[in-house]
């Protein structure tokens, strides 16, 4: 049993009170039994009352909780007297007009009884409305299995495609079929009325019949069929991509997503493992770790080969650490081509996913048949259009089902929820009430006692019917003011994929250039129409659908603004951090300088030996120095240089201290030494000795054991809590993307989006962009030095010039702290999410008052498939992107993506309500933004290869043409860069890259282009035509097999029944019968389109016979004469120059048919083809001659006759490539 059906066990155990003995025996003793009786109904009175308002707190938190969830599941509630599961569609089942709620039925026998007694919650209804609301597989029909050794060879489409024709004739619907071993497959979820006669007729795969056989478990078919509908949990190890695809076709992609990023992240780090060996050896020289420049995750990175190299030590981990005698520039050009063609390779994995992917989305979409298969969305009609009248206008391309039209329903939505709150409160006080009379009533108590016990009970619950009655009479006030009730949205159903394919294919969705010059005949009453493939129903945002063209737009630009400014916020906390670093000294090894003389800081301060205020004097000197400058103006000025001191302090020993730090003007004197700063950054390092030495005491003196007699506790204060906020910073970052990812999706709220996927799109872009710029763009930015860009606030200030040896330890370990910690903490957080609910289960259970609260507790929580997919790409992407300085983290984003695809199959089948219906947009979004990653990739390694300190052929001189004019001689000189080789490989591969994306946006131009020069060259490639699977929408509804909603009317979603009324949603037509308009326009669009048809053949028909002979001379056959043309001909003929023979090779074996016509047993043409042209031609000429060929045809070579046809067809495709090159030359004006 999975977590969220929670865990079994009793029910909660009445209270037994239990009498306290009374102390006092004496005054016991005297108590009357009418006094006794008395105290009795008192005590039991206001333990019933305290009872029940426990209990309704409880209770109106959780339904607060769900009615403020702004498209959660609020008032979805399950029968008591009937079970949901007995009916084959619960969604069908028709709500009330205003959603009421009826007492004592919806609230699952919560509320009082029609007799005004107490109904306990049960838990076994508050589970059966669990397996209908979280996630659970839901099979209508039964699965049927066939084994045979046939089935080796064939995988599951292999064995749909097989039978699905043979049981389409039959009349049996097939959508899905899992093969479960070599020799066995299953046939799923088979409607029960065709179960038997897929049994009595088998399978036919490979000419071979195989038996079928029905499982319907352990109840007997009629049972079965009587239950409906049946909730299994999805079988947690068994369950893959595939699998979770059944839920929708974004959820399958994302898992499928997760397996590409561990394998393709992990198979990456291995085929770059030279490099990271390389990178190791250098950092684990013994010198380095004397020296500790580089630690922690900053060892495996480029800057240990800069170090290495600038210490004169090899690189290669198979040659020992001796001193430099030979050259690692080719080790290092190695690398750097290493590092390009693995992000090559990335591309290509991306590029295969995509075609992985798009397949996935085909075999999800055969295997899941949904309303979106038969419905299209139309927007920019009009706001008066009738449902009738749109679907009479789209009736022409095929047989229409049903029209739904939304509603302007945003004002108004509002007010119904809080309708439905308030219901569902005086619902929760009603049931109180009764619990209390109950309990009352159980005990004997008298009536006055009762009355009084629960009269504010009863208060209560009629101050909230009452208000449920004043916002239902300004409901009906609002939308009998005109302002509300607007045609919005209009969805169309057709009765088959094929009509709506047609439709959309005329439309051309998503073509801005397409809808401008729309056809006056594809216009609604002048209105272009946008017309698009629908969404699923329970995809739809109802309350959204009036937000379109410049309104849109607008929120859009807001929403991307206020993103702009949370972004500057979060880059100013990042700053201040920063500066807060900046404030503390640099870490230093304290024993070197003392040791060689050159920084004894008792020598110059003294501390050794001086208590009270003489310590505290020297300690307040030294705290004025050190303030005078920061950790990044002494690491520039170079005395201290990773982590060591490298000024000379020799000059200020025993020097004595101006008489004045500050002048008149409070302004610093210079201290010992006013022409440097050397001085005081010797202040800042002997800081940072002091403190470490006394950190035990100041510790101490923090938690109230020690007293700070000689100020250090002044002194080193804020050094211990500056290094805690060193410490944070990566730990603050994640922090702060999880407040991103809030605000992110309070952005997308605000957009307005008409579908739940557009929405969650629009949350995946922008959390992206923010997780990344925070997480790694910001601190590259920060610790930039770049004067040129000094004038921007707060950035480029920093330390480093350069990808140098500190910035690795510095930036490059922030970087690979933070991606490590968020690879952990994005799927645990997640997790802990969806255990939540088990917890507040256990607690919350035994005191809820209702049904209804009872179901709450029991439903799953929210799957954010935005969130992930963008903690997926962040993820991916930062790792790429610094790989070829920092290979390690592509562990760590194939570990993320490891840990988050087991998590998140755990959180989705054991802990989540059913998600949307996703749809592929946002697979789409990280398969176009995955390349990049590669590019940014390319580019960065440029930079870092090109380090001074890193070996590198030079080209003297071979690129000076190439990159003389982008010559500075500044800190960007990037003619000293792309002059070393490491560079050069990389700027070329971004050379081929380029052209290569160029020759592959304009593949079907050149492909056209090099066809029209070489014509006997390519062959172009003939699609195939796809036949659609997908059976009518009025069998696929009868027999249960589609998935999700039915119809995009508003009462049969869930999400919307119990909120706003069904005259929310105007319709026409549907499951109940045809609109006799709509059938009349699909019979004479058909009848057009045959007569168009007629007419384009009769007029190919005089265009063949035209190019054969020519007008004039089918007027001399006419006459009885042999036109001029045909005399030529047959004396080419003869002297072995005919025209025909030339170009087109005779066929032996044909024959020409005398003057009667065509005869079959004569004619042997051996080409049904070319048999129909010639039929065709033949009936061209036929009223010519009194039916047959005519005597010139009849004497004509077969040659001839073959070669005028071949000549136009040939001018017939010229014709059609000009006409293809035309419309591909305007798209791609369109998309410039």
Same mark, same amino acid.
């Given at each position: 049993?999975?977590?969220?059906?929670?865990?079994?066990?009793?029910?909660?155990?009445?209270?037994?009170? &239990?009498?306290?003995?009374?102390?006092?025996?004496?005054?016991?003793?005297?108590?009357?039994?009418?006094?006794?009786?008395?105290?009795?109904?008192?005590?039991?009175?206001?333990?019933?009352? @305290?009872?029940?308002?426990?209990?309704?707190?409880?209770?109106?938190?959780?339904?607060?909780?769900?009615?403020?969830?702004?498209?959660?599941?609020?008032?979805?509630?399950?029968? *008591?007297?009937?079970?949901?599961?007995?009916?084959?569609?619960?969604?069908?089942?028709?709500?009330?007009?205003?959603?009421?709620?009826?007492?004592?039925?919806?609230?699952?026998?919560?509320?009082?009884?029609?007799?005004?007694?107490?109904?306990?919650? /049960?838990?076994?209804?508050?589970?059966?409305?669990?397996?209908?609301?979280?996630?659970?597989?839901?099979?209508?029909?039964?699965? +049927?299995?066939?084994?045979?050794?046939?089935?080796?060879?064939?995988?599951?489409?292999?064995?749909?495609?097989?039978?699905?024709?043979?049981?389409?004739?039959?009349?049996?619907?097939?959508?899905?079929?899992?093969?479960?071993?070599?020799?066995?497959?299953?046939?799923?979820?088979?409607?029960?009325?065709?179960?038997?006669? %897929?049994?009595?007729?088998?399978?036919?795969?490979?000419?071979?019949?195989?038996?079928?056989?029905?499982?319907?478990?352990?109840?007997?078919?009629?049972?079965?069929?009587?239950?409906?509908?049946?909730?299994? @949990?999805?079988?947690?190890?068994?369950?893959?991509?595939?699998?979770?695809?059944?839920?929708?076709?974004?959820?399958?992609?994302?898992?499928?997503?997760?397996?590409?990023?561990?394998?393709?992240?992990?198979?990456?780090?291995? %085929?770059?493992?030279?490099?990271?060996?390389?990178?190791?050896?250098?950092?684990?020289?013994?010198?380095?770790?004397?020296?500790?420049?580089?630690?922690?995750?900053?060892?495996?990175?480029?800057?240990?080969?800069?170090?290495?190299?600038?210490?004169?030590?090899?690189?290669?981990?198979?040659?020992?650490?001796?001193?430099?005698?030979?050259?690692?520039?080719?080790?290092?050009?190695?690398?750097?081509?290493?590092?390009?063609?693995?992000?090559?390779?990335?591309?290509? #994995?991306?590029?295969?996913?995509?075609?992985?992917?798009?397949?996935?989305?085909?075999?999800?979409?055969?295997?899941?048949?949904?309303?979106?298969?038969?419905?299209?969305?139309?927007?920019?009609?009009?706001?008066?259009?009738?449902?009738?009248?749109?679907?009479?206008?789209?009736?022409?391309?095929?047989?229409?089902?049903?029209?739904?039209?939304?509603?302007?329903?945003?004002?108004?939505?509002?007010?119904?929820?809080? !309708?439905?709150?308030?219901? !569902?409160?005086?619902?929760?006080?009603?049931?109180?009430?009764?619990?209390?009379?109950?309990?009352?009533?159980?005990?004997?108590?008298?009536?006055?006692?009762?009355?009084?016990?629960?009269?504010?009970?009863?208060?209560?619950?009629?101050?909230?019917?009452?208000?449920?009655?004043?916002?239902?009479?300004?409901?009906?006030?609002?939308?009998?003011?005109?302002?509300?009730?607007?045609?919005?949205? *209009?969805?169309?159903?057709?009765?088959?994929?094929?009509?709506?394919?047609?439709?959309?294919?005329?439309?051309?969705?998503?073509?801005?250039?397409?809808?401008?010059?729309?056809?006056?005949?594809?216009?609604?009453?002048?209105?272009?129409?946008?017309?698009?493939?629908?969404?699923?129903?329970?995809?739809?945002?109802?309350?959204?659908?009036?937000?379109?063209?410049?309104?849109?737009?607008?929120?859009?630009? #807001?929403?991307?603004?206020?993103?702009?400014?949370?972004?500057?916020?979060?880059?100013?906390?990042?700053?201040?951090? &920063?500066?807060?670093?900046?404030?503390?000294?640099?870490?230093?090894?304290?024993?070197?300088?003392?040791?060689?003389?050159?920084?004894?800081?008792?020598?110059?301060?003294?501390?050794?030996?001086?208590?009270?205020?003489?310590?505290?004097?020297?300690?307040?000197?030294?705290?004025?120095?050190?303030?005078?400058?920061?950790?990044?103006?002494?690491?520039?000025?170079?005395?201290?240089?990773?982590?060591?001191?490298?000024?000379?302090?020799?000059?200020?020993?025993?020097?004595?201290?101006?008489?004045?730090?500050? $002048?008149?003007?409070?302004?610093?004197?210079?201290?010992?030494?006013?022409?440097?700063?050397?001085?005081?950054?010797?202040?800042?390092?002997?800081?940072?000795?002091?403190?470490?030495?006394?950190?035990?005491? +100041?510790?101490?003196?923090?938690?109230?054991?020690?007293?700070? $007699? $000689?100020?250090?506790?002044?002194?080193?204060?804020?050094?211990?809590?500056?290094?805690?906020?060193?410490?944070?910073?990566?730990?603050?970052?994640?922090?702060?993307?999880?407040?991103?990812?809030?605000?992110?999706?309070?952005?997308?709220?605000?957009?307005?989006?008409?579908?739940?996927?557009?929405?969650?799109?629009?949350?995946?872009?922008?959390?992206?962009?923010?997780?990344?710029?925070?997480? @790694?763009?910001?601190?590259?930015?920060?610790?930039?030095?770049?004067?040129?860009?000094?004038? +921007?606030?707060?950035?480029?200030?920093?330390?480093?010039?350069?990808?140098?040896?500190?910035?690795?330890?510095?930036?490059?370990?922030?970087?690979?702290?933070?991606?490590?910690?968020?690879?952990?903490?994005?799927?645990?957080?997640?997790?802990?999410?969806?255990?939540?609910?088990?917890?507040? !289960?256990?607690?919350?259970?035994?005191?809820?008052?209702?049904?209804?609260?009872?179901?709450?507790?029991?439903?799953?929580?929210?799957?954010?498939?935005?969130?992930?997919?963008?903690?997926?790409?962040?993820?991916?992407?930062?790792?790429?992107?610094?790989?070829?300085?920092?290979?390690?983290?592509?562990?760590?984003?194939?570990?993320?993506?490891?840990? *988050?695809?087991?998590?998140?199959?755990?959180?989705?089948?054991?802990?989540?309500?059913?998600?949307?219906?996703? $749809?592929?947009?946002?697979?789409?979004?990280?398969?176009?933004?995955?390349?990049?990653?590669?590019?940014?990739?390319? %580019?960065?390694?440029?930079?870092?290869?090109?380090?001074?300190? +890193?070996?590198?052929? #030079?080209?003297?001189?071979?690129?000076?043409?190439?990159?003389?004019?982008?010559?500075?001689?500044?800190?960007?000189?990037?003619?000293?860069?792309?002059?070393?080789?490491?560079?050069?490989?990389?700027?070329?591969?971004?050379?081929? %890259?380029?052209?290569?994306?160029?020759?592959?946006?304009?593949?079907?131009?050149?492909?056209?282009?090099?066809?029209?020069?070489?014509?006997?060259?390519?062959?172009?490639?003939?699609?195939?035509?796809?036949?659609?699977?997908?059976?009518?929408?009025?069998?696929?509804?009868?027999?249960?097999?589609?998935?999700?909603?039915?119809?995009?009317?508003?009462?049969?979603?869930?999400?919307?029944?119990?909120?706003?009324?069904?005259?929310?949603?105007?319709?026409?037509?549907?499951?109940?019968?045809?609109?006799?308009?709509?059938?009349?326009?699909?019979?004479?669009?058909?009848?057009?389109?045959?007569?168009?048809?007629?007419?384009?053949?009769?007029?190919?028909?005089?265009?063949?016979?035209?190019?054969?002979?020519?007008?004039?001379?089918?007027?001399?056959?006419?006459?009885?004469?042999?036109?001029?043309?045909?005399?030529?001909?047959?004396?080419?003929?003869?002297?072995?120059?005919?025209?025909?023979?030339?170009?087109?090779?005779?066929? &032996?074996?044909?024959?020409?048919?005398?003057?009667?016509?065509?005869?079959?047993?004569?004619?042997?043409?051996?080409?049904?083809?070319?048999?129909?042209?010639?039929?065709?031609?033949?009936? /061209?000429?036929?009223?010519?001659?009194?039916?047959?060929?005519?005597?010139?045809?009849?004497?004509?070579?077969?040659?001839?006759?073959?070669?005028?046809?071949?000549?136009?067809?040939?001018?017939?495709?010229?014709?059609?490539?000009?006409?293809?090159?035309?419309?591909?030359?305007?798209?791609?004006?369109?998309?410039?």
């Amino acid at each position: 049993m999975s977590d969220v059906e929670g865990a079994g066990g009793d029910e909660h155990r009445d209270k037994k009170k &239990k009498k306290s003995k009374d102390k006092d025996k004496d005054k016991k003793k005297h108590r009357t039994p009418e006094e006794k009786e008395a105290r009795r109904a008192r005590k039991a009175a206001k333990e019933a009352a @305290a009872s029940a308002d426990v209990q309704g707190i409880i209770s109106d938190a959780n339904l607060d909780d769900a009615s403020d969830d702004g498209m959660g599941t609020p008032g979805r509630v399950t029968e *008591a007297a009937k079970s949901p599961i007995k009916s084959k569609s619960p969604a069908a089942k028709p709500k009330a007009a205003w959603g009421d709620v009826e007492k004592g039925k919806k609230g699952g026998g919560s509320g009082p009884n029609n007799s005004g007694g107490y109904v306990k919650p /049960a838990r076994d209804d508050a589970k059966v409305h669990a397996q209908q609301i979280n996630v659970f597989r839901q099979k209508m029909g039964v699965d +049927v299995h066939i084994e045979s050794e046939v089935l080796e060879p064939y995988d599951d489409d292999d064995i749909l495609s097989q039978i699905y024709n043979e049981c389409e004739r039959k009349g049996i619907v097939i959508t899905r079929v899992t093969k479960k071993s070599k020799h066995h497959a299953v046939i799923e979820d088979i409607a029960f009325s065709m179960a038997d006669d %897929l049994e009595a007729m088998g399978v036919s795969i490979n000419n071979v019949r195989i038996a079928c056989v029905a499982d319907y478990g352990d109840a007997s078919k009629e049972d079965r069929d009587a239950n409906g509908p049946a909730y299994e @949990a999805f079988p947690y190890w068994d369950t893959g991509p595939k699998e979770l695809g059944e839920l929708s076709v974004g959820i399958g992609l994302y898992f499928q997503s997760l397996l590409w990023g561990q394998r393709v992240m992990l198979g990456l780090f291995f %085929l770059g493992f030279f490099t990271v060996m390389t990178y190791v050896k250098s950092g684990m020289l013994d010198e380095q770790q004397a020296g500790g420049e580089l630690t922690g995750f900053a060892i495996p990175t480029l800057g240990s080969v800069a170090w290495a190299h600038e210490n004169e030590f090899r690189l290669l981990w198979f040659v020992s650490n001796t001193t430099w005698d030979g050259d690692d520039r080719s080790v290092m050009m190695g690398i750097s081509f290493l590092e390009c063609m693995l992000a090559v390779t990335f591309m290509f #994995l991306v590029g295969w996913l995509s075609t992985e992917q798009k397949q996935t989305i085909e075999n999800i979409d055969v295997s899941n048949i949904s309303l979106q298969d038969y419905a299209v969305k139309v927007d920019y009609m009009p706001r008066d259009a009738d449902a009738k009248e749109i679907g009479t206008h789209f009736a022409r391309f095929g047989k229409v089902n049903q029209v739904v039209i939304g509603t302007d329903i945003d004002g108004v939505l509002g007010l119904h929820r809080k !309708r439905a709150a308030a219901e !569902r409160a005086a619902e929760t006080a009603e049931q109180r009430l009764a619990k209390a009379e109950f309990f009352a009533a159980k005990k004997e108590l008298p009536a006055e006692q009762v009355q009084k016990g629960t009269e504010k009970l009863r208060e209560k619950a009629g101050k909230l019917r009452e208000k449920v009655k004043t916002i239902e009479d300004t409901i009906e006030e609002e939308m009998s003011s005109g302002e509300h009730g607007r045609h919005t949205s *209009a969805f169309v159903t057709y009765e088959t994929e094929t009509a709506k394919e047609k439709c959309v294919k005329l439309y051309k969705p998503n073509n801005l250039w397409a809808w401008y010059f729309r056809p006056k005949k594809l216009r609604f009453n002048g209105y272009r129409m946008w017309v698009h493939v629908a969404p699923e129903g329970s995809d739809v945002i109802w309350e959204n659908l009036d937000i379109i063209g410049a309104k849109a737009w607008i929120r859009r630009a #807001l929403a991307w603004l206020a993103m702009i400014i949370v972004l500057c916020i979060t880059c100013a906390a990042v700053v201040y951090t &920063k500066s807060l670093q900046n404030s503390l000294p640099p870490a230093i090894s304290c024993d070197a300088p003392k040791a060689d003389g050159s920084l004894v800081c008792d020598n110059i301060w003294t501390t050794t030996g001086v208590t009270g205020q003489a310590s505290k004097d020297t300690l307040a000197t030294l705290l004025e120095f050190s303030e005078q400058v920061d950790a990044t103006e002494c690491l520039v000025e170079e005395f201290i240089v990773r982590g060591k001191w490298t000024g000379n302090a020799t000059t200020y020993e025993g020097a004595a201290a101006p008489a004045a730090l500050y $002048d008149a003007n409070a302004e610093w004197t210079g201290g010992f030494d006013s022409s440097t700063k050397q001085d005081e950054c010797a202040a800042m390092a002997c800081f940072d000795c002091i403190c470490k030495e006394k950190v035990m005491d +100041v510790a101490m003196m923090y938690v109230g054991l020690a007293a700070d $007699d $000689d100020g250090y506790k002044t002194l080193c204060g804020a050094y211990f809590e500056g290094k805690v906020i060193e410490a944070g910073v990566s730990a603050f970052t994640a922090a702060t993307n999880i407040v991103l990812a809030i605000l992110v999706r309070a952005f997308a709220g605000f957009e307005r989006h008409h579908t739940k996927s557009g929405r969650e799109s629009s949350v995946m872009i922008k959390l992206f962009l923010l997780l990344t710029i925070n997480s @790694a763009v910001i601190p590259l930015l920060v610790f930039a030095d770049i004067p040129s860009l000094a004038f +921007v606030p707060y950035l480029f200030e920093g330390p480093y010039p350069d990808f140098s040896v500190g910035w690795y330890q510095d930036v490059g370990q922030l970087i690979s702290t933070t991606l490590l910690i968020n690879g952990v903490v994005y799927p645990m957080s997640a997790l802990s999410k969806g255990l939540t609910p088990k917890i507040t !289960r256990g607690c919350l259970a035994p005191f809820a008052a209702t049904q209804r609260a009872l179901n709450s507790l029991y439903e799953g929580v929210e799957f954010p498939l935005s969130e992930r997919y963008a903690q997926l790409m962040q993820m991916v992407f930062t790792g790429m992107v610094f790989s070829s300085g920092m290979p390690c983290l592509l562990p760590v984003a194939a570990l993320f993506c490891f840990i *988050a695809y087991y998590e998140g199959k755990y959180t989705l089948l054991r802990a989540s309500r059913m998600p949307p219906s996703y $749809d592929e947009t946002m697979a789409k979004i990280f398969w176009a933004t995955m390349p990049l990653a590669a590019t940014v990739k390319i %580019l960065i390694s440029t930079w870092m290869f090109s380090y001074e300190y +890193v070996p590198s052929y #030079l080209a003297d001189g071979a690129f000076d043409v190439a990159t003389s004019p982008i010559s500075s001689g500044s800190q960007f000189d990037f003619k000293a860069r792309f002059d070393r080789t490491n560079a050069a490989i990389c700027i070329l591969t971004i050379v081929c %890259l380029l052209v290569a994306k160029i020759l592959t946006f304009y593949r079907k131009g050149l492909r056209a282009f090099f066809a029209r020069m070489f014509p006997n060259g390519l062959v172009e490639e003939e699609e195939e035509e796809e036949v659609s699977m997908t059976p009518e929408l009025s069998i696929a509804r009868s027999d249960g097999i589609m998935k999700g909603l039915t119809t995009f009317l508003i009462q049969e979603n869930p999400e919307y029944n119990e909120i706003v009324p069904s005259s929310a949603t105007k319709s026409c037509g549907g499951p109940n019968g045809a609109v006799p308009e709509w059938e009349a326009a699909f019979a004479e669009a058909d009848r057009e389109e045959s007569e168009a048809e007629a007419e384009r053949q009769r007029k190919a028909n005089e265009r063949a016979s035209k190019s054969l002979f020519g007008a004039s001379e089918v007027q001399a056959e006419a006459a009885g004469e042999m036109p001029d043309a045909m005399k030529k001909r047959l004396k080419k003929d003869k002297k072995g120059k005919s025209p025909g023979a030339e170009r087109v090779p005779r066929r &032996k074996n044909s024959q020409v048919a005398p003057l009667g016509g065509m005869d079959d047993e004569v004619v042997d043409f051996g080409d049904d083809d070319y048999y129909g042209r010639g039929r065709a031609v033949g009936e /061209a000429f036929g009223g010519i001659t009194g039916g047959g060929l005519s005597a010139a045809m009849a004497m004509q070579p077969e040659g001839d006759i073959e070669a005028g046809m071949d000549a136009d067809e040939d001018a017939e495709e010229r014709r059609r490539r000009r006409k293809e090159r035309k419309r591909e030359k305007k798209e791609r004006e369109q998309r410039a």
